[in-house]
């Protein structure tokens, strides 16, 4: 059974950066998508950021610009760079892979913006 861990997340100010590393306790080879979602307080969870085996990306509307996702599949980790952070950013961050987006899910970690 895959676990995915995720780190990184912690206490940021409006305008910083944090980034988020999800490490599978296998090769990450086999997930055709791995990605990214959030789930704030009182809220559906919503998409962030995939990245495709091939290694092309897809953002949603409220990231594109500001976070870029990667991964290695030599360290079985993706990463999610997050810069020009806002309030509204403030969630549980999830991480994701799979031949699609959903077969395994990490435990999530906390991200929260404010001043």
């Known amino acids: 059974q895959v676990q995915l861990v995720e ?7 409006p305008g910083g950066s944090l980034r988020l590393s999800c490490t599978a306790s296998g090769s990450i080879s086999s997930f055709r998508e791995m990605g990214w979602f959030r789930q704030a307080s009182g809220k559906q969870r ?31 980790t ?5 810069n020009s952070l806002k309030p509204e950013d403030t969630a549980v961050y999830y991480c994701s892979a799979g031949i ?11 991200v929260t913006v404010s001043s």
């Open 7 to 13: 780190s990184g997340g912690g206490l940021v100010q």
């Open 46 to 76: 919503e998409w962030v950021a995939t990245v495709i085996a091939g290694g092309s990306t897809n953002y949603g509307n409220s990231v594109k610009g500001r976070f870029t996702i990667s991964r290695d599949n030599a360290k079985n």
């Open 78 to 82: 993706v990463y999610l760079q997050m």
């Open 100 to 110: 699609v987006l959903g077969n395994y899910w990490g435990q999530g970690t906390q």
